[in-house]
């Protein structure tokens, strides 16, 4: 396993009511889990403890069977990367600048990154389609491809577990489509995932296996296929929800009278 | 736009860069009222280092050396080290509009002065109050923000803010008491900044702290980068934040302090050279750091240059900064790109 977490609680200080609650999950190399659920259940915040970014007030996370309050940062970044939802920068550095950035965790700390990481920068952002943005500014280019960057940073700083927050939040269509067959390809080369989303369908696609989060009931684990029934998906966001197959796809229509 | 200039532009800043300040530097042995023959003043500074048969008065190796060697170094070392700790600051901050001053350390200089000034009345005393005030400013700073458990780069700043009124207040006192026939304009004097009477003396212990800590920020400043890039960012790209963030504040603090006490307080250098600097070089740290050395040195030293040449009764460097860098910069605001998105 390279991330196991059991029984995963989080509260804000001073609220009874905790966030989420006995939330287990584990992670071997090249699968890829999908955690859905309505605004505000607590996926971003699930996510932010994974990643040792928050401290969850109960159970523990291991990275490769360490705690991961035990480990450096440096370690943590060697085994896992998070891409948030969205990430403004204050400078405007160029999309190679951050890009290279990826590489921090293997340098010392008088080290700046040399052949290797423009090599590898380079490969990452053609692996993405957007070599041509390499010498633009972070801060100039659109939401959608800033999430590519940021994807591409992850791919040069070369972690066993990809964490993505919404990563398909600010992608138009066919660049949703293009992303989800990037993750498929990623996997595939043993690379883990753990990915949010508001899009059932994408789950559907592309997770081996989805937790469902939803207000007031115990998180829910299983292969994807299995768990997400019409009966689970309606009780996650509250609607009524129907699943719809047709040629080997499965798309996800919430019935919410217009009347 | 592009985010980087092309190749050959690049290396033609950095030839530049690299190029002004010794020119500047020698540049400005020529000035003065004693005048000096450029093939001497090489002869004077490397007969220091060479075996050089001395074929010139006594009075002209005492100009060189001991009058115009000090403040020039001095100059550049106050312009150079404020100009970089600011680019660290606002680095550091994530603020275009944070200085090397920011923490306090300019307002607990001023009233360690002013302390030393009324009861030592002795230059290094003075030198030394003002050098451990200022430290003593950020550090109250860091105490506050450690003791309420304060954890963001917001919090620190506006408990600079806090402590530098604290100071700027302790040393509005000391100047109410002050003997206003003696006292009280020495104190004003010093606030004003002033390069005038540096001697090679004062200037030891000054090259002592900023030397190594210009090396180490150097040495550091890709990881500028990525602490630039937020606490969580830095953090996911496996950066220990508040070691590094510790580590690049207590750098640049010893540097602004060190300058401060030998120059008295000169704004501005701090806050725009970094901005000047980033138009020119661009955001990343790598190219801004050196860029920012460079750029300081040459501009207090032309300024210097200035305030000792123009008029016989010295303007304080504090005015001069000022009046002479804001059109300029105003002129280079309108024109560049800032490199903050």
């Known amino acids: 396993m390279i991330l196991s977490a059991t029984d995963l609680g989080f509260s804000y200080a001073g609220r009874a009511m905790p966030v989420f609650s006995g939330t287990g999950l584990d992670v071997a190399a090249g699968e890829v889990v999908c955690v859905l659920g309505p605004n505000g259940v607590g996926k971003s915040t699930l996510l932010r403890c994974l990643a040792g970014l928050a401290a969850p007030s ?56 040399g052949e290797e990481a423009a090599r590898m920068t380079r490969d990452a952002l053609a692996t993405l389609g957007i070599a041509h943005l390499i010498d633009a500014a972070y801060s100039e280019i659109s939401g959608g491809e800033r999430q590519l960057v940021q994807i591409a940073r992850v791919l040069v700083q070369a972690p066993k577990l990809m964490i993505l927050d919404e990563p398909t ?72 929800i129907r699943l719809i197959r047709a040629g080997g796809h499965v798309a996800c229509v919430a019935e919410i009278e217009t009347g | 736009m592009p985010a980087q200039t092309s190749k050959p532009k690049r290396s033609l800043a950095a030839l530049l860069l690299v190029l002004l300040p010794i020119i500047l530097f020698l540049l400005s042995f020529l000035l003065g009222r004693y ?53 660290c600051y606002q680095g550091v ?73 604290l100071f700027t207040a302790l040393l509005s006192l000391l100047k109410y008491v002050a003997d206003p026939n003696s006292k009280l304009p020495v ?17 030891v212990p000054v090259l002592v702290v900023t030397i190594p800590c210009v090396a ?60 000047f600097a980033r138009i020119l070089v661009g955001p990343d740290f790598r190219r801004l750091l050196p860029a920012t050395l460079s750029l300081g040195a040459c501009y207090l030293l032309v300024i210097d240059d200035v305030a000792r040449t123009v008029t016989a009764a010295e303007v304080p460097l504090g005015i001069l900064t000022a009046l002479i860098g804001a059109p300029v910069f105003m002129l280079l605001l309108g024109r560049g790109r800032l490199g903050w998105a």
């Open chain 1, 58 to 113: 109960a159970g523990t996370v291991r990275l490769e069977g360490q705690p991961i309050a035990s480990l450096s940062r440096a370690a943590i970044a060697r085994l896992l990367a998070l891409v948030p939802q969205s990430y403004e920068t204050v400078f405007a550095f160029s999309v190679r600048t951050v890009v290279e950035m990826g590489r921090a965790p293997h340098l010392g700390l008088l080290d700046a990154p």
């Open chain 1, 169 to 240: 939040a600010h992608l138009d269509f066919a660049n949703q489509a293009r992303f989800l067959a990037l993750v498929r390809r990623l996997a595939a080369s043993g690379l883990a995932v753990i990915f949010t989303t508001h899009a059932p369908d994408h789950a559907l696609a592309l997770a081996d296996r989805t937790l469902v989060m939803s207000p007031g009931h115990p998180p829910e684990l299983g292969a994807t296929g299995e768990i997400l029934t019409e009966a689970v998906l309606s009780r996650a966001y509250g609607v009524p």
């Open chain 2, 35 to 87: 005048p000096v023959e450029p093939v001497t003043v090489i002869k004077v500074i490397a007969s220091q280092f060479l075996p050089i048969a001395q074929d010139w008065p006594p009075v002209v190796g005492s100009v060189v050396l001991d009058v115009r060697l000090p403040r020039v170094l001095a100059a550049m070392v106050v312009g150079g080290g404020l100009a970089i700790a600011g680019a």
């Open chain 2, 93 to 165: 901050f994530r603020n275009p509009l944070v200085s090397p001053f920011t923490l306090g350390v300019s307002a607990g200089a001023g009233f360690g002065a002013a302390v030393a000034i009324l009861l030592f009345g002795e230059r290094y005393a003075t030198q030394a109050c003002a050098f451990v005030f200022g430290l003593l400013a950020v550090a109250i700073c860091f105490a506050m923000n450690r003791f309420f458990r304060l954890n963001s780069t917001i919090a620190l700043v506006l408990g600079g803010v806090i402590v530098g009124s």
């Open chain 2, 187 to 203: 104190i004003e004097f010093w606030l004003l900044g002033s390069l005038s009477s540096v001697s090679t003396a004062d200037l």
């Open chain 2, 216 to 275: 180490a920020l150097l040495a550091l400043r890709w990881r500028l980068n990525l602490l630039a890039m937020g606490d969580e960012q830095a953090r996911i790209m496996g950066v220990e934040v508040a070691r590094l963030r510790l580590a690049m504040i207590l750098l640049s603090t010893l540097i602004a302090a060190s300058a401060v006490s030998i120059s008295g307080i000169i704004g501005w250098v701090g806050l725009v050279i970094p901005h």
